[in-house]
């Protein structure tokens, strides 16, 4: 974040703090168990920016008649007016979802708003590190994933609108930047796997969160406290609450980057299967504690849908690459990138189960 940009958060939040300084009495309260008279801030300063989300980390000195203290917030500032109270209702929806008493002892939370307007969200501080900066040994930070998507996504057994892949499947084949011959032979390997995907998920659907990946997870690690890790969910701004969604939609979107990126190092998946079956562990302890199971959404015991759904991730991320010539290294590095994810595909599809 540069100089330009601090300083205009820190002119937007001086004009607005008064309408959350109740929530700077409540902080102080905490601390001195008793209420303050008087409250000024002495100084902000925006400390970091969670990943790509957009979110910044702001400090907040405060001086008051009991004494001196800091509160930490995080504040998003969008550009168009109105879209704020969109993401307000959001960041609701899903803060009511992981509040229930039987996530606690998963440690699964969601930040709380304390104040908007038209183009600005005040949130709760948000402490720890986001997924890929935290130190937390790989397999525990995918299962922590898997967990937080889980008590997100609900164990209700909802139909899946399957309709949906097979569009966006269809109309992602057609402006496939490769030969008509190439075309045909991915759509037949699809043909063989989509009525597999198609019957396996008959009850797998869910509301969506829309954009999970791995920047929207924050580790927050409390020593000596029980339990020791929270895992917060933040940054829903594509939330979706038709029920009638895939479950693979949301994890697959979380995998499909890495999938690409561990297929190019090394043309192999192994690091990338452990991830997921971490991942899917960590989702089934919650579902495991609500009593319900993988199997009540998929049939068959297999995973070929979520070869499908990765397939189909990455099918369409081919499409959104047309144009990152900078990225790539001009048109010959945009033709090996999709000659290289159509290659990741057809291992996908090959498969037609998640090998061990």
Not at 101 to 120: D, E, L, N, Q, T
Not at 266 to 290: I, Q, W
Request: charged share 25%.
């Amino acid at each position: 974040m540069n100089e330009s940009h601090q300083d205009r958060l820190k002119v937007v939040l001086m004009r607005i703090i008064e309408g959350f300084s109740d929530y700077f009495v409540s902080r102080l309260e905490k601390s001195y168990h008793q209420s303050p008279t008087t409250i000024d801030v002495r100084n902000i300063s925006v400390e970091r920016k969670l990943g790509t989300t957009g979110i910044h980390i702001v400090k907040v000195q405060l001086e008051s008649d009991l004494g001196l203290d800091e509160a930490s917030i995080a504040v998003k500032i969008y550009d168009e007016q109105e879209q704020a109270l969109d993401v307000v209702k959001r960041i609701n929806i899903v803060k009511q979802r992981l509040s229930q008493k039987k996530y606690s002892p998963f440690g699964i939370s969601s930040a709380a708003v304390i104040f908007f307007s038209r183009s600005v969200i005040v949130m709760e501080g948000i402490q720890g590190d986001v997924f890929r900066d935290s130190k937390i040994p790989r397999p525990q930070k995918y299962r922590y994933a898997g967990r937080s998507l889980a008590a997100f996504h609900g164990s209700e057994s909802d139909h899946c609108w399957f309709d949906k892949y097979k569009l966006l499947l269809s109309r992602s084949l057609e402006n496939l930047p490769t030969t008509r011959e190439f075309k045909q032979s991915l759509s037949a390997m699809f043909a063989d796997v989509v009525p597999l995907a198609e019957q396996a998920s008959h009850l797998s659907g869910s509301i969506s969160f829309g954009d999970f990946h791995p920047g929207n997870l924050i580790f927050d690690v409390r020593i000596g406290q029980k339990p020791m890790i929270i895992t917060h969910l933040i940054d829903p701004e594509y939330l979706d609450t038709s029920t009638e969604h895939d479950r693979l939609e949301d994890i697959c979107n979380f995998f499909a980057v890495e999938a690409v990126d561990q297929y190019r190092q090394d043309r192999e998946l192994t690091k990338f299967r452990m991830n997921v079956k971490s991942f899917l562990s960590g989702y089934r302890e919650v579902l495991a504690h609500e009593q319900t199971s993988f199997q009540n959404y998929y049939s068959g015991g297999n995973y070929i849908p979520v070869n499908f759904h990765l397939a189909l991730m990455i099918l369409m991320s081919i499409i959104n690459i047309q144009d990152m010539e900078d990225l790539f290294g001009g048109e010959r590095g945009i033709q090996n990138e999709v000659l290289l994810r159509c290659q990741l595909i057809e291992k996908l599809l090959n498969w037609n189960s998640f090998p061990d």
